[in-house]
């Protein structure tokens, strides 16, 4: 990032915070924020009367606002944390970087890939840091998942699964694709390093809602390894599951199960050399091993994700989901809805 004249609270001085959106998750920001080194909730902003009273009586000494005006016109504001529903965040990040000040914004960044564009270079031109609160990648399972499929480990990677589900909470401006696979899409897109190239989907709508609540996703990545994904409003069981398998071992990340949160299992099969006289069939290696419970440092992700987002301001670095990030995964997200709009056809992303 380029010099920039605007002065930047770091060191002794912490960095002055904005809250837009106190709802349902904007609480949780409010506590990492008033707790972080480094950082200060300066003002909280949500249009619900009742909301900001909670809001005063927990951080009675922060500031408070119905308008969205006085937080981008405060004075030595340096950064906005973006929680309000999903349809206002492409106008308020445009609003927020054109007042100058760093972001981090809760998924999406916006509905359109066009429109996370625009904003991404909006970042890039203003010089701001641009963040996109996709939390899992800072969950320290998730973390672990990735180390244990170290190549040499792991071996080929033949395709992933995640099932996210539970009874709500249904969303009144998303289906439950965009509420809860960007999750899944954004850990994939990581454990991979890379972004899917077409996508095949088919969703219902068993509530009877304007909005499909129920959706089986596919993901296509190079070297043909797929992602599959299922995401559900409507089942009584609450699962959030990640599961790898490649051709030397299986990763699990179970995000529910304190206790054993990722396990993999030293076990495969593989292709090996021909079979003389065999007509080109190839004989199958299997591989059986141990199951392991690798220890996973406690941490809290959205924690671990604000203080990248601190140190990324402080330091004058991009984040791991920026822009260019999250467009990967509203691309793919883009891709999945048109897919079910066509009952299943592949789509290119």
């Given at each position: 990032m380029t010099d920039d004249p605007r002065p930047i609270n770091v060191g002794p001085v912490r960095l002055r915070i904005g809250l837009i959106g106190f709802g349902r998750w904007g609480p949780n920001y409010a506590r990492v924020l008033s707790d972080l080194p480094g950082a200060e909730l300066a003002i909280i902003c949500d249009r619900s009367a009742d909301r900001l009273d909670l809001a005063r009586q927990r951080y009675p000494t922060v500031t408070t606002c119905r308008d969205l005006d006085p937080v981008l016109r405060r004075d030595r504001l340096d950064a906005a944390v973006i929680a309000t529903s999903a349809s206002?965040?492409?106008d308020i990040v445009k609003r927020s970087l054109e007042a100058g000040l760093h972001v981090l914004v809760e998924k999406p960044m916006a509905l359109r890939a066009d429109s996370c564009t625009a904003l991404t270079g909006l970042a890039a031109a203003a010089d701001r840091v641009l963040m996109i609160g996709y939390t899992f990648l800072y969950n320290a399972g998730v973390r672990k998942m990735k180390e244990c499929m170290a190549a040499d480990q792991f071996g080929d990677v033949y395709y992933l699964h995640a099932t996210r589900t539970n009874l709500g909470p249904i969303r009144p401006d998303v289906n439950a694709v965009w509420?809860?696979?960007p999750?899944?899409?954004?850990i994939f897109n990581y454990l991979l390093g890379e972004q899917p190239q077409w996508a095949s989907a088919?969703?219902?709508r068993v509530l009877r809602t304007t909005r499909d609540d129920i959706a089986f996703a596919t993901l296509g990545y190079a070297?043909?390894?797929?992602?599959?994904?299922?995401v559900s409003w409507a089942d009584p069981n609450k699962v959030r599951e990640v599961v790898a398998v490649g051709s030397r071992r299986r990763v699990v990340f179970n995000d529910l199960n304190d206790a054993e949160r990722v396990r993999y299992f030293e076990r495969g099969v593989s292709v090996g050399e021909a079979i003389a006289d065999s007509f080109g069939e190839f004989k199958l290696l299997v591989r059986d091993g141990e199951i392991v419970s690798p220890r996973v440092e406690p941490a809290e992700p959205l924690k671990a994700q604000c203080v990248e987002f601190v140190d990324c301001i402080a330091e004058r670095r991009s984040p791991l989901a920026d822009g260019r990030f999250a467009l990967g995964v509203i691309r793919a997200l883009a891709a999945i809805d048109k897919s079910i709009q066509s009952r299943g056809a592949a789509v290119d992303v």
């Open positions: 206002t965040h492409e509420d809860l696979a999750h899944d899409v954004a088919i969703g219902t070297h043909d390894v797929v992602g599959n994904i299922h």
